[in-house]
């Protein structure tokens, strides 16, 4: 059994900023690929950005230049870093890992960014 444990989320004013952490935890090995996706209200679950078990990270254009994602293996968590933050992208930011052939979800948490 694998958990997935969220936190940063909160509201900000346009312009700030906010790092979400995912803390992965249970029966693991190893993890592959790390990553986060968000859903607004009324729209569907897209990935905002993700990194391999190598370092390769690859991002929505919507976040390129503003999101960063970055992961430390031993704690088995990973980060993304969210500057000049816009009332688009408010949304539920879930985390997403890959390992052992199976994909995990966190429980999701709230981004809101006021304008």
């Known amino acids: 059994q694998v958990q997935l444990v969220e936190s940063g989320g909160g509201l900000v004013q346009a312009g700030g900023s906010l790092r979400l952490s995912c803390a992965a935890s249970?029966?693991?090995?190893?993890?592959?690929?790390m990553g986060w996706y968000r859903q607004a209200p009324g729209k569907q679950r897209e990935l905002v950005a993700a990194?391999?078990?190598?370092?390769?990270?690859n991002y929505a254009d919507s976040v390129k230049g503003r999101f960063t994602i970055s992961r430390d293996n031993a704690k088995n968590t990973v980060y993304l870093q969210m500057n000049s933050l816009k009332p688009e992208d408010t949304a539920v930011y879930y985390c997403?890992?890959?390992?052992?052939?199976?994909?995990?979800w966190g429980q999701g948490t709230q981004v809101t960014v006021s304008s």
């Open positions: 249970g029966s693991i090995f190893s993890i592959n690929a």
């Open positions: 990194i391999t078990s190598g370092g390769s990270t």
């Open positions: 997403n890992i890959n390992t052992m052939g199976r994909y995990y």
